[in-house]
């Protein structure tokens, strides 16, 4: 069965750190991190894929987020720096076969998500 498993959410105070990392059980041309919080749309973060490398969908997160990649591993990596209230949300990583895309509906196999809760 393929899946995506993710680990590393948590609790932190604003201006603290988390690390999140998305274990694929094969390897995927494109993995890619969203978030939704609550009473939001899920929103397409930052993606890593073999055919056009890291790619950012929010600006919000650029400057601050930095996503690595694994492949001997199938492992995805978001390292989170300098978070923010707004940042809390429930993280997922999704995968795909072929380019990379911000749009949710592309993607067929997700994580179980994991959630991070930033406190003022």
């Known amino acids: 069965q393929v899946q995506l498993v993710e680990s590393g959410g948590g609790s932190v105070q604003s201006g603290g750190s988390l690390r999140l990392s998305c274990t694929a059980s094969?390897?995927?041309?494109?993995m890619v991190w969203f978030r939704q919080a609550p009473g939001k749309e899920r929103e397409g973060l930052v993606a890593?894929?073999?055919?056009?490398?890291?790619?950012y969908y929010a600006d919000s997160v650029k400057d601050r987020f930095t996503v690595s990649r694994n492949n001997a591993k199938n492992t995805l990596y978001l390292q989170m720096d300098s978070l923010k209230p707004e940042d809390t949300a429930m993280y997922y990583c999704?995968?795909?076969?072929?380019?990379?895309?911000?749009?949710?509906?592309?993607?067929?196999?997700w994580g179980q998500g994991t959630q991070v809760t930033v406190s003022s």
């Open positions: 094969i390897s995927f041309s494109c």
């Open positions: 890593f894929g073999v055919l056009g490398g890291i790619i």
């Open positions: 999704a995968a795909k076969s072929g380019p990379c895309s911000a749009i949710s509906g592309l993607y067929k196999i």
